[in-house]
């Protein structure tokens, strides 16, 4: 009793990529895409949530489990297979790192700004918030982080349950003789794969978890048991409540008459105001923190995930000396100064540019699946479990159908 009672203190002990993973996933993919996809359609899209965080998940296994067999990032891994993934994943990670920065450092402010009691400029909001994540992330980096994200995971879980309960207590909003529209119509393919680009995490970061992890391995010592125990914790967690934020759209605005707005920022708020037509006026500041803590989350860890694999990536490239803490802190203002840029200069067009990065992580996903299940393959002196292995298979014939399905429809062919 006493050894399995130090065995599971020992896992709790080592939670933190597992969680900084959920944490950053959950913000424009779940509060946006997942209650979109509620509000839009009701309950048709759940089962390809569903689906997509199952055939997503080996292949974001692989890069924990590397980095647990094998000490070292999953960049080194991509360095090792040749250039061509390695200038990819480089060139893909900096696209991404700048628009996802702006584009949640804007739904955050956004949030903010509409839930304060005085108005407060969003520019001034997303600098604010953007000097708060850069002090906790300066002053205490992993050690911060990772106090940080389980706080906010915890608070999230809860708040969000709550609100689901509360919502399935007070029915659903649709008349009964609703008929809401079908996902099924190639119209609605762009929306599609832009909800599994980012559901429940660009491909990315897979590779921002390594780095997470081998930051972790730095403090204390984690077997794979423990490893796969934290990722694992962290990865369905962020599938089941991907499940909790389409029940909450489908519950509170699917079938309303209010026409639901498709920006992110203007549908979080919209999303605010609607709970509490629907579940009282009450649940205004509970719905606002619900939203906050998601952004929030994903901003500060979008910033240092992002961080880590440029400094990583630019170190063994050898453009730079061995990645140490002052490198990092470097790449994290650069990135932070760049997304505020884009931010003040393009911000009419950040929401086609979110559609773009959420694509365009959905259309890369096939190729470094490939890679992390090929890394995982030849790498591997346990070898793959049949079932992983056979997910794995499924898995990329699922996501390179729809990727191609995706790019006949885009150039028109049907």
Known sequence: MQAQQQGWQSRLQALGPGILMATAAIGGSHLVASTQAGALFGWQLIWLILIVNIVKYPFF????QYTLEHNESLLQGYQRKGKAYFYSFIGLNIIAAVVNTAGVLLLTASLLHYALPWPVSVPLLCALILTLCLAILLLGHYRALDKVAKLIMLLLTVTTVAAAIIAASNGASAPADFIGPSPWQLAMLGFLVALMGWMPAPIEISAISSLWL???????SISRAQGLFDFNLG???????????????????YGSEQDIALAGAAFAQQLIGMYA?????????????????CMFGTTITVLDGYARTLNESFTLLGWQQPANRHSLNIWLLVQAASGMALLLFFSAALGPLLTFAMTLAFLTTPVFAWLNYNLMASSSAAGISWP???????????????????????????
């Not at 081998?214 to 204390?220: E, F, S, T, W």
């Not at 990865?235 to 605005?253: D, E, K, P, R």
Request: cysteine-free.
């Open 388 to 414: 992983l292995k056979w997910l794995s298979w499924l898995g990329l014939a699922y996501l390179s159908g729809f990727a191609l399905l995706y790019l006949f429809w885009f150039a028109g062919l049907f």
């Open 235 to 253: 990865y369905w967690l962020t599938a089941a409540l991907a499940l909790v934020f389409v029940s909450l759209g489908a519950l509170v605005q």
């Open 61 to 64: 296994r692989f890069g924990v």
């Open 277 to 293: 037509s629907t579940i009282g006026d009450w649940a205004r500041p509970m719905v606002a923190l619900i939203a906050f803590l």
């Open 214 to 220: 081998k930051a972790k391995l730095r403090q204390q």
